[in-house]
């Protein structure tokens, strides 16, 4: 036996809230121990320092200390164990804020909580959605790989441009870090795809076989990458140490594979 799962029927009990930050990290534990049945429950040691004078009982625990590893002067209270699990509960505060894991142990029934300390907790878990404008962005790749523009693109060989729908520019190939913290807010807690906007794609392409608008601003992008490198060509006319316009000969789509290509529509 082990690796039970126990369900949380709502008999008045409190439900996790799955807005709080730490609900999906405390689930996706509970969901690994209920597969593996098992938990290794580490060594626990107690130091106690006590000050040179009288203490009363109420501060005891001011100069305990519990430790994973034997320091000097500690008590071992628990050697190291692999628990079997009978089955494991998420205890939750009135609030719907995970507190702990309840690890129940097959043999004893004795039972283990374990609570998950982050370095840090999010207090909006949810990140303000960006000003993003309908348009589709564009993941390239440079098929010559020894050619970087004049070293200016961090992504090399990979080209990330962001366009609206009437082909202006919202980031061009420059801006990869503002194109790819747009798309990771846009894409935040959403692992399926959104099927009323996956509907409405395939009746505007009828399924994919009218993609002239999406063509056409695939060129665009391509020309953006193009037009950056020839004004920077002529920006070299006036350094010291000779034009670019020669070097790095990028012309056009052929230099240019489609990776993949993001949709954004306006809610």
């Known amino acids: 036996m082990g690796g039970g799962h126990v369900s949380r029927p709502d008999f008045g009990m409190p439900q996790p809230d799955p807005a709080h930050p730490l609900t999906e990290f405390y689930c996706l534990l509970q969901r690994a121990l209920d597969r593996e049945g098992v938990f290794a429950l580490p060594a626990l040691y107690a130091q106690f320092r006590a000050p040179a004078r009288r203490i009363y009982a109420d501060e005891a625990a001011d100069f305990l200390t519990l430790l994973p590893e034997e320091g000097e002067g500690a008590s071992r209270l628990l050697a190291p ?20 894991l309840l690890l129940t142990e097959e043999c004893t029934r004795t039972v283990y909580a374990v609570q998950l300390l982050p370095p840090f907790v999010w207090e909006d878990p949810l990140p303000p959605l960006p000003d993003a404008p309908a348009g589709v962005v564009f993941v390239l790749k440079n098929v010559h790989n020894e050619v970087n523009i004049n070293d200016r693109n961090r992504l090399h060989p990979y080209y990330l ?3 609206t729908e009437e082909g202006e520019i919202v980031y061009d190939h420059l801006s ?41 601003l695939l060129e665009e992008a391509v020309l953006s990458i193009v ?3 020839e004004d920077s060509d002529l920006d070299s006319l006036f350094r010291a140490g000779g034009t670019t316009a020669l070097l ?20």
Do not use: W
Not at 193 to 209: K, S
Not at 248 to 267: A, H, P, R, T
């Open 81 to 100: 164990a692999q628990l079997q699990l009978l089955y494991s509960t998420l205890h939750v505060t009135p609030e719907g804020a995970p507190a702990a």
């Open 161 to 163: 441009v962001y366009l």
């Open 176 to 216: 990869p870090r503002s194109t790819l913290e747009t798309m990771r807010q846009l894409c935040h807690g959403k692992s399926e795809p959104i099927q009323a906007l996956c509907r409405a794609f395939n009746e505007e392409t009828r399924c994919g076989e009218e993609m002239q608008l999406y063509s056409d």
């Open 227 to 229: 037009d950056a490198k």
């Open 248 to 267: 790095n000969q990028i012309s056009g789509l052929d230099d240019f594979e489609l990776v993949c290509f993001l949709v954004v529509k306006e809610g």
